[in-house]
């Protein structure tokens, strides 16, 4: 038989801190399980964390700004802000250059080939790039 105390439908809404902080913890869990996932190099997680980090800071916009505007930020939830806000700047750096690292790897195991030589009315190769004078 159902607890009639701790109904979901009966408990009070969430105050404005309460509801703030709900959205950060679930940034803070994202960015937390973002980094592991990282670190493991599982690509389905950080696939499926990466999604769920852009959900939960949408939402965190959202109510934050909300909150922004009716002056209710508790100063405590904006240091925490302020911190997922630097971690997930370091962790889009870390993959910005960790792409540029693989970017180099394969320039080196698979180099471009050389630039095609450009022809001229006549056929012939032209080494300057410049069609052969053609008069008239």
Same mark, same amino acid.
């Given at each position: 038989?159902?607890?009639?105390?701790?109904?979901?439908?009966?408990?009070?809404?969430?105050?404005?801190? +309460?509801? $703030?902080? @709900?959205?950060? %913890?679930?940034?803070?869990?994202? $960015?937390?399980?973002?980094?592991?996932? $990282? /670190?493991?190099?599982?690509?389905?997680?950080?696939?499926?964390?990466?999604?769920?980090?852009? *959900? #939960?800071?949408? =939402? &965190?916009?959202?109510?934050? @700004?909300? &909150? %922004? *505007?009716?002056?209710?930020?508790?100063? #405590?939830?904006?240091?925490?802000?302020?911190?997922?806000?630097?971690?997930?700047?370091?962790? /889009?750096?870390?993959? #910005? /250059?960790? @792409? !540029?690292? $693989?970017? *180099? !790897?394969?320039?080196?195991?698979?180099? *471009?080939?050389?630039? #095609?030589?450009?022809?001229?009315?006549?056929? +012939?190769?032209? =080494?300057?790039? =410049?069609? @052969?004078?053609?008069?008239?």
């Amino acid at each position: 038989m159902p607890n009639p105390v701790n109904r979901p439908d009966l408990l009070p809404p969430l105050g404005a801190g +309460q509801e $703030l902080e @709900t959205t950060l %913890a679930a940034v803070e869990t994202q $960015l937390s399980s973002l980094g592991d996932s $990282l /670190r493991a190099n599982d690509m389905g997680a950080v696939d499926h964390h990466a999604s769920e980090l852009h *959900r #939960a800071l949408a =939402r &965190a916009v959202d109510h934050f @700004t909300h &909150a %922004a *505007r009716s002056g209710q930020v508790p100063p #405590a939830l904006r240091d925490r802000l302020m911190r997922a806000s630097g971690l997930v700047a370091s962790q /889009r750096e870390s993959l #910005a /250059r960790a @792409t !540029a690292a $693989l970017d *180099r !790897a394969i320039d080196v195991l698979m180099p *471009r080939a050389s630039p #095609a030589a450009v022809y001229g009315a006549s056929g +012939q190769a032209d =080494r300057a790039g =410049r069609g @052969t004078n053609l008069q008239a």
